[in-house]
T-cell receptor, first 112, second 110 residues
Framework: GDSVTQMEGPVTLSEEAFLTINCTYT??????LFWYVQYPGEGLQLLLK?????DKGSNKGFEATYRKETTSFHLEKGSVQVSDSAVYFC???????????FGTGTQLKVEL | NAGVTQTPKFRILKIGQSMTLQCAQD?????MYWYRQDPGMGLKLIYY???????DKGEVPNGYNVSRSTTEDFPLRLELAAPSQTSVYFC?????????FGSGTRLTVV
């Protein structure tokens, strides 16, 4: 079945540091790929998405490129802020019903 | 525009009790979903619906039931609460783009 593997957390960075959160996937067919962010006490919010190979999703300074050859969708940001502290989930969607399969989440903490 | 509204936000149940988690969306989305989130884990799909009158099991449906009598509402029913159902429950809807999530219901079964 479909699965998503993302790097273990927590990840602690200093403000303005470069961020990479790795995500790889296994899927039948051609999935759409997503990054969701969850701030403390809140539901998940879509951060960015990509629907086909070589697409780059971007939002709020975050980027991720759909790499079919390496089955990856790594999340990057050039300069993180304290306000980026949250849990980040990689997810994929295939087939009917638009059902999402999630990774286990990576907690990011950004310090001054 | 309220989006996806879940009630209650918190609840404590005793083992064997039953309850219904409510979910409503005002975006006229056809797809609706229930997920549970356990500590340190991703979200697991419990049930989903592709439209009014149609529901189907997800990855972890045991111990739960759903109904979808209207496009707007997708309640999740726990009939005999068990400690293993202690979790945070998220409802989501999708109109053909990406999912919109509610703010969650934190359920504790003691």
């Amino acid at each position: 079945g479909d699965s998503v593997t993302q790097m273990e957390g927590p990840v602690t960075l200093s403000e303005e540091a470069f961020l990479t959160i790795n995500c790889t996937y296994t899927a039948t067919g051609y999935p759409s790929l997503f990054w969701y962010v969850q701030y403390p006490g809140e539901g998940l919010q879509l951060l960015l998405k990509a629907t086909k190979a070589d697409d780059k999703g971007s939002n709020k300074g975050f980027e991720a490129t759909y790499r079919k050859e390496t089955t990856s969708f790594h999340l990057e940001k050039g300069s993180v802020q304290v306000s980026d502290s949250a849990v980040y989930f990689c997810a994929l969607s295939t087939g009917g019903g638009n059902k999402l399969t999630f990774g286990t989440g990576t907690q990011l903490k950004v310090e001054l | 525009n309220a989006g996806v509204t879940q009630t209650p936000k918190f609840r404590i149940l005793k083992i064997g009790q039953s309850m219904t988690l409510q979910c409503a969306q005002d975006m006229n989305h056809n797809y609706m979903y229930w997920y549970r989130q356990d500590p340190g884990m991703g979200l697991k799909l419990i049930y989903y619906s592709v439209g009014a009158g149609i529901t189907d099991k997800g990855e972890v449906p045991n111990g739960y039931n759903v109904s979808r009598s209207t496009t707007e509402d997708f309640p999740l029913r726990l009939e005999l609460a068990a400690p293993s159902q202690t979790s945070v429950y998220f409802c989501a809807s999708n109109g053909g783009g990406s999912d919109t999530f509610g703010s969650g219901t934190r359920l504790t079964v003691v």
